[in-house]
């Protein structure tokens, strides 16, 4: 008598998106740069990654930004990377952003809102990340968080999630978004919270290397078919991982 013990031995699979491979548009008020198709860059082989439609790198000069315009059925997060973006939405929420927070709207239904530069001289930069949810027609709505005082220096920072009473804000989507610094030499394994899902990490500033790949600043890796993985800072570093499902909702 014997007993068969079988183990699914999963395969990893990956993206490398370097930086200088982005699509690009530089419209005077706003240089920007998009992981993905957007507006009027198309790439058939950069739809998107699973459930993440969206990842756009902009820069809003002084005194400029994006005035009001609808979006629907999507959760919309923004992290600005320097300077303060000012926000006002058809929900009655006026207030500003700037490094160390992140914001988030449910388009859902659909919601109107626009986005400046709250400086009239320096440019803000900030990420703009637009995620597939998985349910359409929900109740608009908007969520702000300070997350500079909550940092964990050479720690994975949990700044949105699927569930209200986790750390961060919630999101319509099976999804989490962490932020993490390291200084350089550090290694941590990042272990993905839902079967099935795959994780983009994009490197904001510094050196990292997953596996044998070398990621540059601004670079995108997507890797999925994993349990988890190892990210380390070949130099210090800032690193947003975004972990979506892979397979989307008919």
Wanted: with cysteine; charged share 25%.
């Amino acid at each position: 008598m014997y007993v068969c013990i079988r183990y699914l031995i999963l395969e990893m699979k990956t993206v490398y998106h370097k930086a200088n491979s982005r699509g690009y548009a530089n419209h005077g008020w706003l240089v920007t740069h998009h992981s993905f198709s957007f507006a009027g860059y198309y790439n058939s082989e950069r739809v998107n990654f699973g459930a993440l439609r969206v990842l756009n790198d902009d820069a809003v000069k002084g005194g400029s930004g994006f005035s009001a315009h609808p979006h629907y059925d999507m959760e919309i997060i923004s992290i600005p990377l320097s300077g303060t973006l000012q926000h006002a939405d058809n929900m009655g929420n006026r207030g500003t952003i700037a490094k160390g927070e992140v914001q988030v709207m449910s388009a859902g239904t659909g919601i109107t809102h626009s986005e400046k530069n709250a400086d009239n001289r320096e440019e803000v930069k900030f990420l703009q990340i637009w995620i597939i949810p998985r349910e359409q027609g929900v109740k608009p709505r908007y969520g702000q968080l300070t997350i500079s005082s909550q940092a964990k220096p050479n720690d994975f920072q949990q700044i949105v999630s699927p569930n209200k009473k986790e750390e961060g804000l919630w999101i319509h989507q099976d999804a989490w978004l962490h932020i993490a610094n390291f200084d350089k030499g550090v290694s941590k394994e990042y272990k993905v919270k839902k079967a099935g899902n795959g994780v983009y990490v994009f490197v904001i500033e510094g050196k990292a290397k997953i596996g044998t790949q070398i990621l540059d600043r601004r670079d995108g890796f997507g890797i999925y078919d994993i349990d988890s993985f190892t990210i380390s800072a070949e130099e210090k570093g800032e690193f947003l991982l975004i972990e979506v499902p892979m397979v989307l909702p008919e």
